[in-house]
């Protein structure tokens, strides 16, 4: 893989995306857009319908760019970087909580086949490795759903029921829980896999995002 990312990096060169300075395909952007985008970093606490979230960044202007790139243009390389850019605010946020356990919100089967890996899955296994936490799957998406952004606020409550389920209730009973998405809007998405992980009677569910767009869904604030 890297054989290949070297070689096309040869006749394609990446380029930084705000500003078209070359770039190594590993960096998400040029140093000085890099540390532009690590200077926008507030942790924001949010709420995934009753559980605690944290984000790293709102979801706009060069991080959605980014997290566009990571989601939909491969750029699955970027991976380190980012993790890197949430570190601190997971260790931050969550210090006393002292997790048995780091898992992701999946996708469904066949959405997974279509996009190859699952970005937040890759995520929450880079800051596992950082956090010196195991990642486990521990939630099928059985369901296939519309695009939550492309839904009304009534209709995203909807569309994701019975999509989630516990893969082995026994793995997660009694355990403390970090759940890792890309992007928290509604928070009908992670809320409904820590419903279901609820049911499972984990000690803790905590989650944390790489952007925050609550603020543009004010419509949607946790009650
Ligand atoms: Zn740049």
Redesign the pocket.
Known sequence: MEFVRKLTALFYPER?P??S?LVEATQI??A??YDEIRRKHIPIPAGARGFRCISTFAYDGRVRRMILRLKYHDRTQYIPQIAELLIKDIENAYSDMDFDFITAVPMYKKDLHKRVYNQSALLAKELGRLLDLPYLETINKIKKTKKQHHLNYKERKTNLKGAFKVIDKDLVKGKKILIIDDIITSGYTLGECCKVLAKSKPELICCATIASAQNKYPESTVI
Do not use: D, S
């Open positions: 930084c705000y500003c300075a952007a040029c000085g857009c």
